[in-house]
Protein backbone atom coordinates (compact mmCIF):
# COMPACT_ATOMS: atom_id res chain seq x y z
CA UNK A 1 0.00 0.00 0.00
CA UNK A 2 1.66 3.39 -0.94
CA UNK A 3 -0.31 7.15 0.59
CA UNK A 4 0.59 9.83 -1.66
CA UNK A 5 0.18 13.35 -0.51
CA UNK A 6 0.77 16.72 -2.93
CA UNK A 7 2.15 19.77 -2.29
CA UNK A 8 3.43 23.08 -3.66
CA UNK A 9 0.21 24.28 -5.13
CA UNK A 10 -0.89 27.53 -5.39
CA UNK A 11 -1.55 30.65 -7.28
CA UNK A 12 1.07 32.27 -10.04
CA UNK A 13 0.25 34.96 -13.24
CA UNK A 14 0.71 34.00 -16.15
CA UNK A 15 4.11 32.99 -17.39
CA UNK A 16 5.70 32.03 -13.51
CA UNK A 17 6.43 28.96 -12.47
CA UNK A 18 5.46 25.62 -9.99
CA UNK A 19 7.36 22.73 -8.25
CA UNK A 20 4.86 20.39 -7.27
CA UNK A 21 6.05 17.30 -4.70
CA UNK A 22 4.00 14.06 -4.10
CA UNK A 23 5.28 12.60 -0.87
CA UNK A 24 5.14 8.82 -0.87
CA UNK A 25 4.94 6.31 2.41
CA UNK A 26 6.57 3.22 2.27
CA UNK A 27 9.83 1.81 1.31
CA UNK A 28 9.05 0.50 -1.49
CA UNK A 29 8.61 3.47 -3.91
CA UNK A 30 11.15 2.26 -6.29
CA UNK A 31 8.95 -0.32 -7.16
CA UNK A 32 6.48 2.13 -9.05
CA UNK A 33 5.76 3.82 -11.70
CA UNK A 34 4.59 7.40 -11.30
CA UNK A 35 2.24 9.87 -12.84
CA UNK A 36 0.67 13.35 -12.64
CA UNK A 37 -3.02 13.95 -13.51
CA UNK A 38 -5.28 17.15 -13.56
CA UNK A 39 -8.94 17.55 -13.33
CA UNK A 40 -11.18 20.31 -14.14
CA UNK A 41 -14.61 21.10 -12.36
CA UNK A 42 -16.99 18.64 -14.25
CA UNK A 43 -13.83 17.27 -16.44
CA UNK A 44 -12.24 13.77 -16.84
CA UNK A 45 -8.91 13.71 -15.39
CA UNK A 46 -6.76 14.00 -17.88
CA UNK A 47 -2.95 12.58 -17.87
CA UNK A 48 -0.08 15.15 -17.97
CA UNK A 49 3.19 12.87 -17.27
CA UNK A 50 4.67 9.87 -16.07
CA UNK A 51 7.59 8.64 -15.39
CA UNK A 52 9.39 4.88 -14.95
CA UNK A 53 11.00 3.39 -11.96
CA UNK A 54 14.21 4.42 -12.24
CA UNK A 55 13.30 8.07 -13.28
CA UNK A 56 15.30 7.60 -16.80
CA UNK A 57 11.83 7.54 -18.74
CA UNK A 58 9.39 10.01 -19.16
CA UNK A 59 6.34 10.89 -21.32
CA UNK A 60 4.31 14.06 -21.97
CA UNK A 61 1.01 14.74 -23.10
CA UNK A 62 1.28 17.01 -25.76
CA UNK A 63 0.01 20.28 -24.17
CA UNK A 64 3.02 20.61 -21.50
CA UNK A 65 5.98 19.02 -23.39
CA UNK A 66 8.85 22.25 -23.01
CA UNK A 67 6.87 23.18 -20.20
CA UNK A 68 6.85 20.22 -17.55
CA UNK A 69 9.28 18.07 -16.33
CA UNK A 70 8.70 15.13 -14.34
CA UNK A 71 11.62 13.48 -11.74
CA UNK A 72 11.80 11.38 -8.83
CA UNK A 73 14.22 10.97 -5.84
CA UNK A 74 13.66 7.57 -5.05
CA UNK A 75 16.17 8.04 -1.75
CA UNK A 76 13.65 10.52 -0.81
CA UNK A 77 10.13 8.89 -2.10
CA UNK A 78 9.58 11.94 -3.57
CA UNK A 79 7.78 12.68 -7.34
CA UNK A 80 8.30 16.47 -8.29
CA UNK A 81 6.44 18.07 -11.17
CA UNK A 82 8.16 21.41 -12.27
CA UNK A 83 5.88 23.77 -13.79
CA UNK A 84 7.23 26.97 -15.96
CA UNK A 85 5.60 29.27 -18.68
CA UNK A 86 2.38 28.34 -16.99
CA UNK A 87 -0.74 29.18 -18.77
CA UNK A 88 -4.17 30.17 -17.38
CA UNK A 89 -5.50 26.82 -19.29
CA UNK A 90 -3.42 24.90 -16.82
CA UNK A 91 -5.64 26.31 -14.39
CA UNK A 92 -6.78 22.40 -12.57
CA UNK A 93 -6.80 20.22 -9.54
CA UNK A 94 -3.17 17.75 -9.51
CA UNK A 95 -3.18 13.95 -8.55
CA UNK A 96 -0.38 11.95 -8.24
CA UNK A 97 -0.58 8.99 -8.82
CA UNK A 98 1.15 5.30 -8.55
CA UNK A 99 0.99 2.37 -9.93
CA UNK A 100 3.38 -1.64 -9.12
CA UNK A 101 5.98 -2.12 -12.14
CA UNK A 102 8.54 -0.92 -13.85
CA UNK A 103 7.08 0.73 -17.24
CA UNK A 104 6.02 4.16 -17.68
CA UNK A 105 1.92 4.40 -17.41
CA UNK A 106 -0.43 6.46 -19.14
CA UNK A 107 -3.33 4.91 -18.88
CA UNK A 108 -5.69 6.64 -15.61
CA UNK A 109 -7.40 3.53 -14.91
CA UNK A 110 -4.41 1.45 -14.42
CA UNK A 111 -3.23 4.02 -11.45
CA UNK A 112 -4.06 2.17 -8.13
CA UNK A 113 -2.76 4.84 -5.60
CA UNK A 114 -4.33 8.59 -6.28
CA UNK A 115 -3.33 11.22 -3.98
CA UNK A 116 -5.83 13.88 -2.19
CA UNK A 117 -4.88 16.59 -5.22
CA UNK A 118 -3.52 20.28 -5.04
CA UNK A 119 -4.81 23.01 -6.55
CA UNK A 120 -2.50 25.06 -9.99
CA UNK A 121 -4.12 28.74 -10.63
CA UNK A 122 -3.03 30.43 -13.17
CA UNK A 123 -4.29 33.90 -13.85
CA UNK A 124 -3.79 35.58 -16.99
Known amino acids: QVQLVESGGGSVQAGGSLRLSCAAS????????MGWFRQAPGKEREFVAA????????YYTDSVKGRFTISRDNAKNTLYLQMNSLKPEDTDVYYC?????????????????WGQGTQVTVSP
Open 97 to 113: AAVRGILIITAKAEYEY
Open 51 to 58: IDWSGFRT
Open 26 to 33: GRTFNSYA
